[in-house]
Every structure is written in C-alpha cells, then in structure tokens.
C-alpha cells in the first residue's frame, strides 16, 4: 500500500508544482510517449542484454515483493520458532534418528504440516532438512555448521539480489538515456532550424521532455523500487538466519527452551514476539507432534 501512496505522491507534487508555477503539460503529453518509448525502451532492451533468463524471471518476481512486502509476518515467525523447537526437542529426548522420518519425508511429516506456509517454502524447508541431515551424520561442531551455514545462506543471498542490482543499474543508467533521448530531440530541432521561434521552442521542450524523463523515471521510480526490494530481501532472509542460530544453539548443546528465546531475540524488532507470547505459544503446541 505505500508504495501506491508513494508514487501517487511523487506524480501529484512533481506535476501539480509544475502546473502551478505556469507550466502547460501540453508540451510533455506530446513528447511523453516517444521519449518514453526511446528512454524506457532501451533501457529494457540494455536491461536484457546484461542479465541472464533467470534474472530476468526474479525480476518479476521481486517487483512482486516491492509491492505485496517480505513474506514472512509475525504468526509465521512464531511458526518457524516453534518448528525448530519441536525437532531439537525430539531430537535432544529420542536422539538423531528420531527425527529421520521427518526430514526425509517433509511432506508426510506431521511436524512440519503442522506448520503449512513454512513447509511450503521449498528453499527453507530443504536448508532446515540438509542441515539436520548433517547431524544424524555426526557433524556436531558448532563453529564447522556455523561456518558451512554462513557459506549456504551468503550464497542464497547473492543469488537473490542480483535482480536488486540489476534494478539498479538500470535507474543509473536513465539519466544518460534521458540524455540521449534530449539529444536525439535537438537533433531533430536543427534540421528544422528554418522553422518560427515559437515551432522551435517547442520542439526544444519537447527534447528535454527527454532529460526530465530519464531523471525522474531513475530517482523517483526505478531506484527506489530498487531499494525497497532490497529491504524486502534483507528481512526475508532473517528467517534462514534465525534457523541457524537454533540449530547452532542445539549444538552447543542448549535446552530447546532456550533455544526458541535465542531464535526470537534475531526476529526482525517490528515482528518480534514476546517472551511470555512465545512460551504460550509453544505451550500450546499438540503434545503428539514431538
């Protein structure tokens, strides 16, 4: 929703400023669509020069994000606290092998089903699972998990933000596009120099329609679009950051009561559930799942 409040804003004050101080949008609704079409349009085109087939796909999908935000909310926080609780506590009451059927089988495991949104995300489901894996095959040290989980999730990370940074190149790039659409306009003015002053005016207004255009599309647009997938990212990835501090503080060989408060103090502050709502909240868990 702030992102439409936003933009709404951005054209109202840009334009309304301009009317008011005795601007006419007529010249720009003229120019509007060809320099459009030259700004934007090369941009896209240079936009899939530079990136591959599935950049192009998480595009979409991280305009996706910029619009409906980070995927995770409060309740699923508590969910994926209280997931990791019950397999450290099956796996610190019963052992390792205990909690084999579950991360062999996820789908079928009534642990993780308990938990719906979590055991939908494949990604995370299967770093929980490989993770867990590893210790029913005696990979206990907690600095070694820490280190090869720190490998995984920085790995994650680059490869989800590099539509982010291809964003961003492009608002960089649109200011010297606006260039090139303004030039191209006074290139166009020149060959027409014979023309009144008021025509040649007005084909000069309508070339830098092309410099306004290129500046505002990447500072009030694209860039922070760009931006705001960044935070988008930032926070979602917390979730996988906060698996591994559990499963770093079962290994230490901490209660899984402590475990869930260690998770919980990493949750993202504006999503953080309370002490006393976390302890109900585990409290409330079917005693059947562990």
């Not at 009144?196 to 694209?222: C, K, Q």
Request: aromatic share 6%; proline share 5%.
């Amino acid at each position: 929703m702030l992102i439409f409040i936003g933009l709404a804003l951005t054209f109202v004050m840009v334009f309304a400023g301009y009317i008011l101080s005795g601007g006419s949008m007529g010249i720009i609704l003229k120019a509007l669509p060809y320099e459009l079409m030259i700004i934007f349009g090369s941009a896209c085109g240079a936009y899939l020069m530079a990136n591959s087939g599935g950049v192009l796909k998480h595009t979409f999908q991280g305009i996706s994000k910029v619009i409906k935000g980070p995927k995770w909310g409060a309740d699923d926080y508590k969910d994926a606290l209280s997931l990791i609780y019950l397999l450290v506590k099956l796996m610190r009451q019963k052992g390792v092998i205990a909690v084999e059927p579950h991360i062999e089988d996820p789908e079928s495991s009534k642990i993780f089903q308990h938990f719906p949104k979590i055991a939908a995300d494949h990604h995370l489901v299967t770093f929980i699972c490989d993770y867990i894996r590893m210790m029913t095959m005696n990979f206990e040290d907690p600095s070694q998990m820490e280190e090869a989980m720190d490998l995984d999730i920085a790995r994650h990370e680059a490869e989800e933000h590099e539509p982010q940074h291809a964003l961003q190149s492009m608002a960089d790039g649109m200011p010297a596009l606006g260039i090139v659409a303004a030039v191209l306009g006074i290139i166009k003015t020149m060959a027409s120099i014979n023309e009144p002053v008021d025509v040649l005016g007005r084909m000069v207004g309508g070339a830098l329609v092309g410099t306004f255009l290129g500046i505002f599309l990447s500072y009030l647009i694209v860039g922070p679009m760009s931006q705001r997938l960044k935070q988008v990212l930032a926070e979602e990835h917390q979730m996988m950051k906060i698996i591994k501090v559990m499963l770093i503080s079962h290994l230490q060989g901490n209660a899984p009561q402590v475990t869930v408060e260690i998770g919980r103090r990493n949750v993202p502050s504006h999503l953080m559930p309370g002490f006393a709502e976390m302890e109900e909240k585990v409290s409330e868990l079917p005693p059947d799942l562990a």
